[in-house]
């Protein structure tokens, strides 16, 4: 009875993680703080895109705190090597050169 037990939890906890990761990859967040005050299309940032390149410590809480407006992102920090600009330099993913490849200002999903 107790390996039973064990087994339907052990496979309730793996579903559960497989379900929360499956949405994380699909998971796109718009930033649109400063975006709109310099006539630039938002940010679309397609999270699962960085999940299969990346572990989660890289970024959280290394580089981006995980709380709805705690990181106060832009271009100047970007440039700088901070944020997004951490990785995107050149070297480690591509360079913030060109714009649209993040300010996409894909409207069909959720603002974050």
Do not use: W
Request: some cysteine; charged content about 30%.
């Amino acid at each position: 009875m107790k390996i039973k037990i064990f087994s339907i939890v052990t496979i309730t906890l793996i579903l559960a993680l497989h379900i929360s990761s499956a949405s994380a990859l699909e998971e796109k967040m718009l930033f649109n703080k400063y975006a709109e005050k310099f006539d630039m299309k938002p940010v679309v940032f397609t999270h699962g895109l960085h999940i299969k390149r990346n572990k989660c410590e890289i970024c959280h809480d290394a580089i981006f705190i995980k709380k709805k407006g705690a990181n106060d992102i832009n271009m100047n920090k970007n440039s700088k090597g901070q944020y997004c600009g951490k990785c995107h330099n050149g070297r480690d993913a591509y360079p913030l050169l060109k714009c649209e490849r993040c300010h996409s200002g894909e409207t069909t999903i959720k603002k974050k």
